[in-house]
């Protein structure tokens, strides 16, 4: 299991179930336990796959709650964003007085500071923080990409433990594990094969809400050496994750787990289902890793 500043390994930052417009908790509790003994490393809740653009503060306290209780002591994170500085270390001071191993923290949407700004928000965020941060690098939502100069310089903070890597920069990825003072974790679900191969610490894996366990012998095969084996795992799940994200995520995602009882297909706007032939084409690829396995 994690320590409060260890993030190896495979974590699902996870949907947030609805049911005629409000959070389905009853849902969201199965979903937590189902996945709790498959070898992952720990749980991100309301991250992007989670929809927390769309969830109110109390709504996301109560979210946090739910899956607390749930994972039974599996280490959990807690995904925030903002633009407003003093807002967002108001809601950090928040959040700890919950049980979290860390935070999951973005730059700043829509401001589009220059990294002297982004330095001053990380460095800001995790001065008020009890918990560590993973700072998370995805510049098609923010609009600024962290350079790697500025990740050293957020590196040397006590606090700022690791990255979910989501910038699409292979040189900086690798040059960052190289380095080897923050843990590389792969936010693009494409790359997490590559990313763990090169050394890195893990993966925040939307996709691994489906045939979890083969995510995880993934990550066990290439952390042993056994790369031929770890390739034989990771051919069919390359098609599912394609199709997963070859509509807005987590719309095909939440299209396969209603089609497997877990939920209700329903997401808030604007976010929207999946149409009604890419979700069979989902399930399609789904059910052929199923007999696969």
Same mark, same amino acid.
């Given at each position: 299991?994690?320590?409060?500043?260890?993030? *190896?390994?495979?974590?699902?930052?996870?949907?947030?179930?609805?049911? %005629?417009?409000?959070?389905?908790?009853?849902?969201?509790?199965?979903?937590?336990?189902?996945?709790? &003994?498959? @070898?992952?490393?720990?749980?991100?809740?309301?991250?992007?796959?989670?929809?927390?653009?769309?969830? +109110?503060?109390?709504?996301?306290?109560?979210?946090?709650?739910?899956?607390?209780?749930?994972? +039974?002591?599996?280490?959990?994170?807690?995904?925030?964003?903002?633009?407003?500085? &003093?807002?967002?270390?108001?809601?950090?001071? *928040?959040?700890?007085?919950?049980?979290?191993?860390?935070?999951?923290?973005?730059?700043?949407?829509?401001? !589009? &500071?220059?990294?002297?700004?982004?330095?001053?928000?990380? *460095?800001?965020?995790?001065?008020?923080?009890?918990? &560590?941060?993973?700072?998370?690098?995805?510049?098609?939502?923010?609009?600024?990409?962290?350079?790697?100069?500025?990740?050293?310089?957020?590196?040397?903070?006590? !606090?700022?433990?690791?990255?979910?890597?989501?910038?699409? +920069?292979?040189?900086?990825?690798?040059?960052?594990?190289? +380095?080897?003072?923050?843990?590389?974790?792969?936010?693009?679900?494409?790359?997490?094969?590559?990313?763990?191969?090169? @050394?890195?610490?893990?993966?925040?894996?939307?996709?691994?809400?489906?045939?979890?366990?083969?995510?995880? !012998?993934?990550?066990?095969?290439?952390?042993?050496?056994?790369?031929?084996?770890?390739?034989?795992?990771?051919?069919?799940?390359?098609?599912?994750?394609?199709?997963?994200?070859?509509?807005? %995520?987590?719309?095909?995602?939440?299209?396969?787990?209603?089609?497997?009882?877990?939920?209700? %297909?329903?997401? !808030?706007?604007?976010?929207?289902?999946?149409?009604?032939?890419?979700?069979?084409?989902?399930?399609?690829?789904?059910?052929?890793? %199923?007999?696969?396995?």
């Amino acid at each position: 299991m994690p320590t409060s500043s260890n993030f *190896t390994g495979l974590w699902i930052p996870l949907i947030t179930p609805f049911s %005629n417009g409000a959070v389905d908790h009853a849902a969201l509790t199965r979903l937590v336990q189902h996945l709790r &003994p498959t @070898g992952i490393a720990g749980f991100v809740v309301c991250g992007s796959t989670g929809e927390a653009a769309a969830l +109110d503060k109390t709504e996301q306290l109560a979210v946090l709650d739910t899956v607390l209780q749930a994972a +039974d002591g599996l280490p959990v994170v807690m995904g925030l964003s903002g633009y407003h500085l &003093p807002d967002t270390v108001a809601w950090v001071q *928040t959040l700890a007085e919950k049980p979290l191993v860390g935070l999951l923290v973005p730059p700043p949407h829509y401001i !589009r &500071p220059s990294q002297e700004g982004v330095l001053q928000w990380f *460095t800001t965020i995790a001065d008020a923080s009890a918990l &560590p941060l993973i700072v998370y690098d995805i510049p098609y939502r923010t609009g600024v990409s962290i350079t790697l100069a500025t990740f050293r310089d957020l590196a040397r903070h006590p !606090r700022i433990a690791a990255i979910k890597d989501c910038g699409g +920069d292979a040189a900086k990825t690798q040059a960052l594990i190289a +380095d080897g003072q923050l843990q590389v974790l792969a936010g693009e679900d494409a790359q997490v094969f590559s990313t763990v191969a090169l @050394g890195g610490a893990g993966a925040i894996a939307a996709c691994a809400h489906l045939h979890t366990q083969q995510f995880v !012998r993934v990550l066990e095969w290439i952390g042993s050496g056994n790369l031929e084996q770890a390739r034989a795992l990771w051919r069919p799940l390359q098609q599912l994750i394609a199709a997963l994200f070859a509509e807005p %995520n987590p719309g095909p995602l939440k299209a396969v787990l209603a089609h497997l009882g877990q939920i209700h %297909n329903e997401l !808030r706007a604007p976010m929207t289902a999946a149409t009604a032939a890419h979700a069979q084409h989902v399930i399609a690829f789904h059910a052929a890793i %199923n007999t696969e396995e």
